[in-house]
Every structure is written in structure tokens, then in C-alpha cells.
């Protein structure tokens, strides 16, 4: 439900959604602290125990937070689930490429790769709009 006057203040539910989201920047608090950041400055998230390691340009971050929350999270700005334990933003990733038999391996922006399992190939066509190719998508 959207509310036409200022008077009417939005529900915590309603400023979640990210339709009604305006933001541009990612808050995350630390050592007291709120420090935002923009989206396309993380390259990826990966886990790390009960943790997740947010890896940004400017540095890095530890949120108590499970990766399944974060996917979910984060998704709207574009990151993708290539590992049951990383996911990597769609606009730092320069190449994929075949590895072994059915995995392949993603390069991002910094030089650093990572292996994509077979369990998230499919997540590889949200990379791009589009695909432009006369073979299947990554062969079938």
C-alpha cells in the first residue's frame, strides 16, 4: 500500500521493499558506526562461519548475517549466487569461462576467480541482458 501524503508515515515492511526503496548505498554498522556504501563498489560477498565477509574496493567487512539472508538482500542490486558460500556483483564480473566438466570459473574485475558450481550454472544468464552467440547458453 503506497501513501499519497507525507503525513502518513511508510511501515518498516513498506520501507523494505524494494520498490519503495530509494537508496542507492548499502548501511552497515560497525564499531558504532554507520558507513555506506555503494552497491557497485562490493565486489562479493563470501561466507565465513556464522559470518559473512563483505569484500568491497574501499576494504573489507564482517556481518554477523547468514548468506541466504544476503543473497536475498542483496539480489535487487544486481549480486549473483555462484558458490553455496560467495556471491559476486553482477557489474565486477569481466569473464566466465569452462573449467572441469561442468564447472566453470569466474573472473572479476580485481583478477580474482572463483569456481562456479554445477548447483549455480544457471545463475551464470543473470550476468548479462543479453546474450549474444550463435551456441546455447554455456553449452546447453
Known amino acids: 500500500m503506497l501513501h499519497n501524503t507525507l503525513s502518513e508515515p511508510l511501515s518498516f515492511a513498506e520501507v523494505q521493499r524494494p520498490s519503495l526503496r530509494h537508496a542507492t548505498r548499502i548501511a552497515i554498522k560497525e564499531n558504532g558506526r ?9 565486489l562479493m560477498v563470501r561466507a565465513q562461519g556464522n559470518y559473512v565477509l563483505l569484500q568491497c574496493e574501499s576494504g573489507s567487512f564482517l556481518l554477523h548475517e547468514s548468506m541466504s539472508a544476503m543473497a536475498e538482500k542483496l539480489e535487487p ?3 549473483v549466487r555462484i558458490h553455496r558460500s560467495a556471491l559476486v556483483n553482477r557489474s565486477c564480473v569481466e569473464e566466465i569461462r569452462p573449467y572441469m566438466k561442468g564447472l566453470w570459473r569466474l573472473r572479476l574485475r580485481d583478477g580474482k576467480e572463483f569456481t562456479v558450481t554445477r548447483t549455480y550454472r544457471k545463475n551464470l544468464k543473470s550476468l548479462a ?12
Open 34 to 42: 554507520i558507513l555506506f556504501i555503494a552497491p557497485d563498489g562490493v
Open 77 to 79: 542490486y544486481g549480486f
Open 129 to 140: 541482458e543479453l546474450w549474444l552467440s550463435k551456441d546455447t547458453f554455456l553449452g546447453g
